[in-house]
Every structure is written in structure tokens, then in C-alpha cells.
């Protein structure tokens, strides 16, 4: 590449070495990563009879050959879950339980093999895909310790206390339907999979084409840590062939990805009335309130817009701003920005990696490239790289967007955010808030009475205050979802398990029955009832 050529560099740096290219002894490559015994051992268990391909974004070239599966390898897949989903809810619940614990030391111990993987199949930084790792063995812990809790039958006060004796069962739904994305291969697979699994349901998965070999490799994982091989069902393919069949057979369907996606989804799950679990897109927001650490704030919002390259549906596009400390937040988070270090090293180091594919890098493009051209402000970044990685695009910081720009109202699903400066709290909340998508949102203050007063207005599933994201989505024992098109249902938590099973209420009647006796007469009956209930409620029966 000549000067001429050569992108406009805004003070980003370079850092680590392609790992296809030659590199320094001791190095890792792809080729030592994604060997074909590797490669053959973590597809043995999938069903496909045709043949596809992954990729890596760090180079664009070809990472392994897979099986692709047909609707007819589906339709196999599921009836192969539903014998052994059988046998495994009979399993007890404790020792459904213990296969998570197993694997959670299992991804702890053997993080180096999955740290690679998600890297070479995502093109993101060690750095972000060890969050993946975290997110999963906390998911583990937490409903490794739980699930028993979660599930055991529940006594309830009866119609008739004493003399109705009620009971509430959870039972497995059968077969979950997963549909993954790519942008999360390991947390967004395998860590939705984990209570569907210690609820004594069998899952068909079907992840991302480009990153299924980390689903893959927790799948195999799973398997030494002692769940049955025919419970977790794997099937790679196309979305739009594979995943209305996921929808066709399956008793529960777990979905993450976009909104317009995900609204098909829901109509498929319910034209036949089966349930649905939808994380979908974001436009998420950042607060700094007038008294917020300039400094913390700033640091912070560089985790929150650019982790995972900006791929993440809980990360920050939107900055609002106080003006008495906009410009002093925008020269340090400007600052912070420029000095981020872009690599594909499968070490520590890099700040930040590669987006993950051409419509990745198409969508951004457009998004800063339309912003500028309708008079928005260059604050950092604002280029592509192709001197790193074919899909590298720089951090990127847009000062006076307004409303007609597609990058104001837009999901962009890259390392791009956007600066606005606000009065009031009351202004900061309302434009917060001025969005058709709900899933996630951060405030930035000094007060934690303030700051959870302001959390508590913003229309997002979760709010983080002085923190981006990472606190409440590693808050595992809290519900974790989206309002408004940004979804339905939680993950985390007792939902994010109780979702995956039926509720039985069995109630048996003793002595005396929900009808006239013991002489009564149909008025004599509702007179006593009456008086009954009056009782009931003056001694604080709930």
C-alpha cells in the first residue's frame, strides 16, 4: 500500500500481528488454532448432510470446512432431542445441576483453547472475548448453586386455607429451539443454554455459520462435564432456511438478533401458540450528569461504545451530555479514543479488534460517511483500516448529529457513538428515552440517590449507573431483557430459567368441597362464604 493509498490515520494506533502472516516463534496461528482433527472432532456431533464454510474477519480467508444441515437434518436433530430430553428430565435436579458446576471449571481451565477461538471467529480483542468467558461461567455458578431453588415445588395458601392444599410444579417444556448470533458465540450460545439444560430440556442450537465452532466447542465441553450428547443438538446453516425450521419444531424458542428478525420469530412461535424469549437491537444511551467524574466518565465510555468493536446490543451509541461539561468530557474521551490500539494478536494488548464482515463494515461506513456529509463533526476515527484487517474501522466519536442522519435514530452495531449536550435532567431523560428500542442504558454521577432516581425514568431493560453495561449484565440473580422493539422476556435470574418450564398447579381439596354441605343450601353456602372471605381478609390472608 503506497502513502496514497494509505488510510488517514486520527492517531489510533496498531497493535499484535495478523495471524495468518508470519509471525514472531512462539506465535500462534490460525492454522495451529483450527486444526482438522479439532475441526473433526467438534462437528461429529452435528447433523447436516451438505458442506459450507466459516471465516475469519482478522484476514477474510477461510478458517474450516462444515457440515450444513438441510430442513430434513433439522427435523432429525429435534426427534434425536426429544428421546434423550426423556431420559434427562428424569435425571434429578441436583445432578443436572452439577454438569454446570463441572463446566464451569472446565471453561476456567480451558479458556486459552475458547479465547482463540471466539477471537479468530469474531475478530474481537483477548480482552473482550475473555467477558464472554466470564458471562458464562458466572451463568454456570449462578444457576449451577440456584436452579434446585428455582425449580423445587412451591406450597401456596389454598382457596380455603386448611382445607385446599395447593402445590406448584415446574416441569421441562420439552425441546428449546435456540437461534444464536454471532456477535457473542460462546455467552450468547452455550450461556442461554445452560438453565434450559438444568431445567431438564434438550436444545437444538443453531448458531451463526461464521462462529459456530465456539458453540461447538462448549458444546463439547458440556458433553465431558457429563450431559448426555443427544440433548444438545447442533445444526448449522442459512438463517432464513434454518431458522423458520428451528420455529417449526421446537416447544420453546430462544432468539437473539434483530428486531426485524425477531418479529418473525415471534410470529412463527405464535401461529403455533408455543412460548418465545427475544433479545433484539438497541439504540442504548449514556447519561453525564453535570456532577459526574469527567475523567471516570470518559474512561468509561470507551469500554461502553467500543468493546466487542461496538458489536454488542447493550453497548452505547448515544452520549448525552451536560453542556457545562461537554467539551471537557469530549476532549478526554477524544483523547482516550485516539490513543486505542487495533490489532489481531491472539494475546492481551490489542485495545479494540475487527468488525465482523463486509455488512458490518458497510453499515458503518454509511452511517459516519452520511453524518459528515450532512454536517456532523469529526470528532476521532472515522476510517476504515485495511492496513490492519480487511474489516478493521477505527473508533469512532460524531460531534452535532441531528435528527435526519441515519446515525441519530439507527442501530449502527459498530465502534461509533454520537455526542449530544443537554440542560436539564428532565431534557436528558425525554431524549434518552425518544427511541423505539429499550435495552439498555447508563447515568454517570457523583449522587447515588440522583443517579437511581434518573436510572428509574430511563425506558430500558437494564440501567448501569457509573458503569456502561457490565454490572447489571453480570448481576446474574437480576432479570436481564429488553422494553419496547428491543424484545421480549429475560434472561437471568429466576426468569431466565423459569421461562424454560410449564407451571402446574395441583390443588387438593380435604374434608369438605367447594360447594354446599353439611346441610347448607345454595344461599346458606354463599352467606357462609361470604362472611368467610370478609374474615380472610381481615386477617391479612394473601
Not at 128 to 142: G, I, K, L, T
Not at 409 to 416: N, R, S, W
Not at 430 to 457: D, I, Q
Amino acid at each position: 500500500m503506497t502513502d496514497s493509498q494509505a488510510p488517514e490515520k486520527t492517531g489510533t494506533t496498531v497493535a499484535g500481528t495478523n495471524p495468518l502472516a508470519p509471525a514472531p516463534e512462539g506465535a500462534r496461528t490460525a492454522a495451529d488454532v483450527v486444526t482438522p482433527e479439532l475441526v473433526a472432532q467438534l462437528t461429529k456431533g452435528v447433523t447436516g448432510s451438505g458442506r459450507t464454510a466459516n471465516h475469519s474477519p482478522f484476514t477474510g480467508e477461510k478458517l474450516a470446512d462444515l457440515p450444513q444441515s438441510t430442513p430434513e437434518d433439522v427435523a432429525e436433530a429435534f426427534a434425536a432431542a426429544r428421546v434423550a430430553q426423556a431420559l434427562w428430565a428424569q435425571t434429578p435436579v441436583r445432578e443436572r445441576a452439577a454438569v454446570l458446576l463441572r463446566f464451569h471449571d472446565l471453561v476456567l481451565a480451558r479458556q486459552a483453547e475458547v479465547l482463540d477461538l471466539v477471537q479468530l471467529e469474531t475478530g474481537k480483542a483477548r480482552l473482550h472475548a475473555h467477558e464472554e468467558v466470564q458471562a458464562v461461567a458466572v451463568a454456570a455458578r449462578h444457576y449451577g448453586r440456584k436452579a434446585p431453588a428455582y425449580l423445587k415445588p412451591k406450597r401456596h395458601t389454598g382457596a380455603v386455607p386448611t382445607l385446599t392444599k395447593v402445590t406448584e410444579l415446574r416441569h421441562p417444556r420439552g425441546v428449546v429451539g435456540q437461534i444464536a448470533p454471532w456477535n457473542y458465540p460462546l455467552e450468547l450460545s452455550v450461556g442461554d443454554a445452560l438453565p434450559a439444560f438444568v431445567a431438564g430440556n434438550a436444545v437444538v442450537m443453531k448458531p451463526d455459520t461464521e462462529t459456530c465452532l465456539t458453540a461447538l466447542w462448549a458444546r463439547d465441553l458440556l458433553i465431558e462435564a457429563g450431559l448426555p450428547a443427544d440433548v444438545f443438538q447442533v445444526v448449522i446453516g442459512d438463517g432464513p432456511v434454518i431458522g423458520p425450521e428451528i420455529v417449526k419444531h421446537a416447544d420453546y424458542v430462544s432468539f437473539t438478533g434483530s428486531t426485524r428478525t425477531g418479529r418473525e420469530v415471534a410470529q412463527g412461535a405464535a401461529a403455533r401458540l408455543v412460548g418465545v424469549s427475544l433479545e433484539l437491537g438497541g439504540k442504548n444511551a449514556m447519561v453525564v450528569l453535570e456532577d459526574a467524574d469527567v475523567e471516570k466518565a470518559a474512561a468509561g465510555a470507551v469500554r461502553a461504545c467500543f468493546s466487542s468493536a461496538g458489536q454488542l446490543c447493550v453497548s452505547i451509541e448515544r452520549l448525552y451530555v451536560h453542556e457545562s461539561i461537554a467539551d471537557a468530557f469530549l476532549d478526554r474521551f477524544a483523547a482516550r479514543t485516539k490513543a486505542m490500539r487495533l490489532g489481531t494478536s491472539l494475546s492481551y494488548g490489542a485495545d479494540m479488534g475487527s468488525l465482523a464482515g463486509e455488512r458490518q463494515l458497510e453499515a458503518v461506513t454509511r452511517h459516519v460517511e452520511e453524518a459528515v456529509a450532512k454536517g456532523a463533526r469529526l470528532v476521532a476515527g472515522g476510517h476504515a483500516r485495511p492496513d490492519i484487517g480487511p474489516y478493521f474501522f477505527e473508533p469512532t466519536i460524531l460531534d452535532g448529529v441531528e435528527a435526519p442522519m441515519a446515525v441519530c435514530a439507527e442501530e449502527t452495531f459498530g465502534p461509533v457513538v454520537s455526542l449530544y449536550r443537554f440542560k436539564t435532567d428532565d431534557e436528558a431523560v425525554e431524549a434518552a428515552n425518544s427511541t423505539p428500542y429499550g435495552l439498555n442504558s447508563s447515568v454517570w454521577t457523583k449522587s447515588a440517590a440522583r443517579g437511581r432516581t434518573v436510572a428509574a425514568r430511563l425506558r430500558t431493560g437494564t440501567v448501569n449507573v457509573n458503569e456502561g453495561y457490565a454490572s447489571a449484565y453480570g448481576s446474574v440473580q437480576s432479570p436481564m431483557g429488553g422494553m419496547k422493539d428491543s424484545g421480549l422476556g429475560r434472561r437471568h435470574g429466576s426468569e431466565g430459567i423459569l421461562k424454560y418450564t410449564e407451571a402446574q398447579t395441583i390443588a387438593q381439596q380435604r374434608l369438605l368441597p367447594m360447594a354446599p354441605s353439611l346441610g347448607m343450601n345454595d344461599e346458606q353456602y354463599a352467606q357462609f362464604m361470604s362472611r368467610s372471605l370478609r374474615v380472610m381478609k381481615a386477617l391479612r390472608l394473601r
